[in-house]
């Protein structure tokens, strides 16, 4: 009698914004669940190294350069991680851009950059993968949010209506696909040592900041959870708390 082989069904998931920061961090903790990582970001080079230090641990990560601003090339690319890696099951919106200042002094151009990387960049994205995840009925959307969606800081005016209102969307489709299969979960992290900071405030604040592995943690957990429940929205915040 033949031995009968089975064949272990690994997911896929597609991580913008995965060069550095919270991105690498959580693709690399995927990774090392078994995942197939699909990583997207500007910096091809940087995302080569994340996928090295995939390859390393023994893990599988494919390499898709990507603008998230350009959301006309998303069909082509999602395209290309059909054929090599397979059905997306969880796209993770994480790429993000801010700016620190006062909104009488942020410049048109960087509000149409800011909206458009964390804002519309990530719906169209999500635009481009829903209509496969629907039709297996199966599928998660993870958006990495920000503090600022709940809580006010000067000089963060542009970032906080990107952030909230991509916050806003994804309550919104998750009532809409709730009955289809598809999880959305909005991660909402508080102060985390990322790029995104100034050098100087890092040097004064660092200390009391998350750290990405930390945050990549917290959101894989968030994920595995039991198929008959889903967490909606997660807050993780420093320790000490905010920063003020």
């Not at 995302?47 to 995939?54: D, G, K, P, T």
């Amino acid at each position: 009698m033949k031995r009968k082989t089975f064949t272990i069904y690994r997911p896929v998931v597609w991580v913008t914004g995965a060069s550095r920061g919270i991105g690498r961090e959580v693709a690399k903790e995927f990774a090392s669940h078994g995942y197939i990582l699909c990583l997207s970001a500007r910096n091809k080079k940087e995302l080569a190294r994340v996928a090295q230090e995939i390859s390393d641990l023994g893990g599988t990560a494919y390499v898709f350069p990507m603008d998230i601003s350009r959301y006309q090339s998303f069909r082509r690319i999602h395209k290309k991680i059909r054929e090599k890696a397979g059905e997306v099951d969880i796209l993770i919106n994480n790429a993000g851009l801010t700016s620190f200042k006062p909104f009488i002094e942020t410049e048109n151009l960087t509000i149409k950059k800011i909206i458009e990387t964390n804002l519309i960049g990530p719906i169209f994205l999500i635009k481009e993968v829903l209509p496969y995840m629907t039709k297996r009925n199966k599928g998660s959307i993870i958006n990495i949010i920000s503090m600022v969606a709940k809580n006010t800081y000067k000089g963060s005016s542009v970032y906080t209506a990107s952030k909230s209102g991509l916050l806003g969307f994804g309550n919104v489709i998750r009532e809409e696909l709730r009955t289809q299969g598809i999880k959305v979960i909005n991660i909402i992290p508080g102060a985390t040592e990322t790029d995104i900071w100034h050098p100087k405030v890092k040097k004064k604040y660092g200390w009391r900041m998350m750290s990405p592995k930390s945050v990549a943690e917290a959101i894989v957990n968030a994920y595995q959870t039991s198929d008959d429940l889903n967490v909606e929205e997660i807050i993780v915040r420093p320790k000490l708390g905010d920063l003020n």
